[in-house]
T-cell receptor
Framework: GAGVSQSPSNKVTEKGKDVELRCDPI?????LYWYRQSLGQGLEFLIY????????KSGLPSDRFSAERTGGSVSTLTIQRTQQEDSAVYLC????????????????FGPGTRLLVL | LAKTTQPISMDSYEGQEVNITCSHN???????ITWYQQFPSQGPRFIIQ???TKVTNEVASLFIPADRKSSTLSLPRVSLSDTAVYYC??????????FGTGTRLQVFP
């Protein structure tokens, strides 16, 4: 079946503009995650959704970042008043719940959106 | 949340076995150990997951000692296409995964 898709694949914007990044998870996956990866760095957790609710927003770097998920499916990550340090690859992943409350379900990642803020 | 420590980089040659060890001294009783692989310009891909002892699949083996304070990912007979970054993660009580900087494996011909 189809994997996780993200759009746009690349985005170039000017400092101060708002951007929206979209993630379409695998059908039936209730959990959805956003990560950020700067050049040559590891992944930085941003936010996690279970269904439409976000029990963990601890990774959002500032109040310029927000995310929502509707219908338990598509998610949008919005960055307001972009700054040059926001330039990175934004990755989305989805998973089924783990088999117990303590086990993480395998996460399937999308190809990412490469954001460049000039 | 358990923190993991793994080597920054490793080099190998085609056909060799590669073992990447990860330390996770603060692993909790019900945490699982998961490894992901990431190629340049792609998102990470699940490789293997285990709780204790040994797990093997078509791609790799995962060795976990009794104290579970470390784990070793074993890649048999690597090829050039195994050049990638390998992340060791400990599954927390929530579904959030904390990725470190990973181990950059370079395979030479």
């Amino acid at each position: 079946g189809a994997g996780v898709s993200q759009s746009p694949s690349n985005k170039v914007t000017e400092k101060g503009k708002d951007v929206e990044l979209r993630c379409d998870p695998i059908s039936g996956h209730t959990a959805l995650y956003w990560y950020r990866q700067s050049l040559g760095q590891g992944l930085e957790f941003l936010i996690y959704f279970q269904g439409n609710s976000a029990p963990d927003k601890s990774g959002l770097p500032s109040d310029r970042f927000s995310a929502e998920r509707t219908g338990g499916s598509v998610s949008t990550l919005t960055i307001q008043r972009t700054q040059q340090e926001d330039s990175a690859v934004y990755l989305c992943a989805s998973s089924l719940p783990g088999t117990s409350s303590k086990q993480t379900g395998t996460q399937y990642f999308g190809p990412g959106t490469r954001l460049l803020v000039l | 949340l358990a923190k993991t420590t793994q080597p920054i980089s490793m080099d190998s040659y085609e056909g060799q076995e590669v073992n990447i060890t990860c330390s996770h001294n603060n692993i909790a009783t019900n945490d699982y150990i998961t490894w992901y692989q990431q190629f340049p310009s792609q998102g990470p891909r699940f490789i293997i997951q285990g709780y204790k002892t040994k797990v093997t699949n078509e791609v790799a083996s995962l060795f976990i000692p009794a104290d579970r304070k470390s784990s070793t990912l074993s890649l048999p007979r690597v090829s050039l296409s195994d050049t990638a970054v390998y992340y060791c993660l400990v599954a927390p009580y929530t579904d959030k995964l904390i990725f470190g900087t990973g181990t950059r494996l370079q395979v030479f011909p």
